[in-house]
């Protein structure tokens, strides 16, 4: 028997369709940003859903009209109509999907043999965004000429998925399904309701529009047409209403910290607690211990514990950010900026007291980085005003400078001390 | 086999096209005649289960009602087939895609229509045409792609709505051997406004105008009619008399 899957157009378009891909893989994807981390790997591939979707609703809105033209649906068949149009439908769902398997595959190289998982609500989130794109297609094949219906299902998937990532109102991102696109770092992990909010307004569009692209215009099954487009518009706004209400929460992306009781932590001073990623090849625990008793020789207490965490650092516990594969100038880094709140300084109501604030703050931190990386990297610090600084501070005793830089950490967040300012050249 | 019982449709609400229609069709081969406009198409249509009545019913073997359970209507379904007036291939499907196709919409598996489609298309002589794309056959070709559709799930009905519209002599002619290559014992209902069409190996001729029966009954009879009935038949057909002419 002849493949009948020949004869579905989004075979055919699924070559362009992975042409871009790889051009989009190899021009804009930067592999430090998920590599080493498999949430980030799965979350970071939901960009692709520009390809897939563009994918699965122009083949839908080629097939949908191929079976509107000629006359197939109006035909007495004894399978329904929603039958016969998702057997023309599938394989536009079914290779949307693998485009988007196809990239997730080039975004995990590098990450093989790293132990952990994708969570299995963002592929339902995939896979529901498809939906979507695939009826959304279909009801344009339905209603429109294809030469209408082919370029504009391309311009609405391809606005949809755009236009909601990049308005500020963020409960409207969960929608399209984008918004996953910046989680994770090692750090942090994926918070599944925005997934669930995608999945679960995906899969109501998906079948609103399926039912209005099979939907019976004439016949004795027609009487109540009114009651049924109402039926399905009050479902849209509906659906629509209960996840941004689910979302309101949301902020920018789904992203919450990682929870430590993954992290095994060594027994040493401090204890650095590592991720499973973070073991290994590249472990950084050793070079944290020595930039930490570099730190404690030059006066600075550094707290007992080393974690891995966007929550800010406490007295007993350093919380750094942290990414898989991090280079030793990336680690002291991190390490050292740890010792800072997250903004660095803060905004006191007047901008130049602010600058201020901000230079200081530079200066510690390099400071902090000059001393940690003692016998491990040579000059960290490359910003000549920083540079500058760092050079007021070392006029002062080596018992000076770290009690300069004690006194003046926690005045960087206290805006009850007006003017923070460098020691005297 | 197929009647129709006291069906009234409408397309709009000004004016019934049949209004208390009744008709039955048993086996064999029989021929509605009538000019444009008389209401057979929609006939078919309703026969077809793709049109519904808005009074009346449809029924199979005297049981089994389309509207009556989703099992009868797939089994009415199954039993009948329709081709309509203008048959538009699926674009990507081959000849033998094509039929095999119309087998799986008729609830027959992929395998097995396919399987069907070969032996259909023998019947249809469309054999050598089976890899072609079926958008690039001519209308008479593609009329017999959609017999060859009815006769792949076994229809005991097929229903063929203006079959030879549009088609030179030669193929019209052709299209006429066909019809003496169905099964016997399926009941075949053509549709025909061109009284070139009706001829002998009709078993029964109905005249229809504006959705009234004027004559039912055998090729013959609609021939050698009473003088009243052929005055009628003029004002139907202007064509009739070149009929009656070609039979003489």
Known sequence: MRSFLRTHVAVWLLIPALVGVAAYYASFVDPQNYRGYWPAVASNSAIFLLFSCILASSSSAIEMSRLQRSGILDLPSTRTRLLVTLDRLWPSLVLAFLVQLLAFAMLSLGTWGVPGFTPIILWSSFVSVIAMHVALGAVLGRYLPMAAAVPLSLVASYSWLGFTWSVPFFPLRYLSGLEVVTCCRLDMQLDPLGPFVTVVFSLSLACILLALSVLRWRGRNAGGITTRVAFLALTTVAATSLCLFIARDLGAAPVMPRSQNEASCTETNPSVCLFPEQHGKRDPSQLIIKASDNLTRAGIEVPSTVRFSINASTSSTLNMAARPYMKPEEVLHSFTSAFLSPQLASYCGDADEHQSRLLVASVIQGWLLDRASVDIIEDPVSDPPTRVGIEQVEQLSPDGQALWVSTNLPRLTDCSISVLELPPS | ?248
């Open chain 2, 1 to 248: 086999m197929i009647e129709l019982q006291n069906c009234t449709f409408s397309y709009s609400r000004k004016r019934d096209v049949l209004q208390g229609f009744s008709l039955g069709i048993g086996g064999g081969r029989t021929v509605i005649l009538g000019p444009n406009g008389a209401g057979k198409s929609t006939l078919l249509a309703l026969m077809a289960n793709a049109l519904e009545p808005s009074s009346g019913r449809v029924v199979l073997d005297g049981t089994c009602d389309p509207h009556a359970s989703k099992h009868d209507r797939a089994q009415f379904r199954r039993a009948v087939a329709w081709l309509p007036q203008q048959i538009y291939p699926f674009p990507s499907l081959t000849v033998r895609e094509q039929v095999a196709y119309m087998g799986w919409l008729k609830g027959l598996s992929r395998s097995e229509s396919w399987a069907r489609s070969s032996s259909a298309l023998d019947t249809v002589d469309l054999r050598e045409n089976s890899d072609r794309p079926a958008r690039g056959l001519s209308g008479g070709q593609l009329r017999r792609v959609g017999l060859a559709g009815a006769l792949v799930h076994r229809a005991s009905v097929i229903l063929l709505d203006e079959p030879t519209a549009g088609l030179d002599p030669s193929q019209r002619n052709r299209f006429r051997e066909l019809l003496l290559r169905i099964p016997d014992g399926t009941a075949v209902l053509v549709s025909t406004h061109q009284t070139e069409d009706v001829h002998d190996s009709y078993e029964r001729t109905v005249l229809i105008d504006e959705g009234v029966i004027l004559f039912d009954g055998t090729i013959d009879q609609f021939v050698q009619g009473t003088p009243q009935d052929m005055d009628m038949r003029d004002r139907v057909f202007r064509g009739y008399s070149r009929l009656i002419a070609s039979e003489e």
